[in-house]
């Protein structure tokens, strides 16, 4: 659960960026809230997951800014996480792909936002 508490706060994270140019389209904040809500109660249903996923991902499809897309595939993956913890994993990188086609700076996904995550992390892991 620590990894998927880690990937839904990654997807959180740039989730603004998805839904500041698609406010209509809830697919990739349903899979972050199923995935907080098999955290908090620990009812796994492949059925519940298996929809949010790929709900999220489906809404990257089509779509042209790169910030966006990378957000809804960072969602995607974090509520992955649930079925498989490496999920996780995913939801990490597209989130700095997310950071770093926003801002224009490779730098600002590859280091400041990787920084951020495994900060992040630390502090996680340390409450548990």
């Not at 955290?39 to 499809?61: C, E, N, P, W, Y």
């Not at 960072?74 to 770093?100: D, K, W």
Request: net charge positive.
């Amino acid at each position: 659960k620590v990894l998927a508490i880690w990937a839904a706060d990654c997807a959180e994270r740039v989730l603004p960026y998805f839904e500041e140019k698609y406010p209509d389209d809830d697919r990739p904040r349903k899979a972050i809230e199923a995935l907080r809500e098999w955290i908090r109660t620990g009812v796994f249903k492949m059925s519940v997951i298996r929809k949010a996923s790929l709900g999220a991902h489906a809404a990257a499809k089509g779509k042209k800014d790169a910030d966006a897309v990378y957000a809804a595939h960072a969602a995607g993956q974090a509520v992955g996480t649930a079925h498989v913890n490496t999920h996780s994993l995913g939801s990490s990188i597209y989130a700095i792909r997310a950071v770093a086609a926003h801002t224009g700076n490779m730098n600002d996904g590859l280091i400041k936002e990787r920084n951020w995550q495994l900060e992040h992390l630390r502090r996680i892991v340390g409450k548990v």
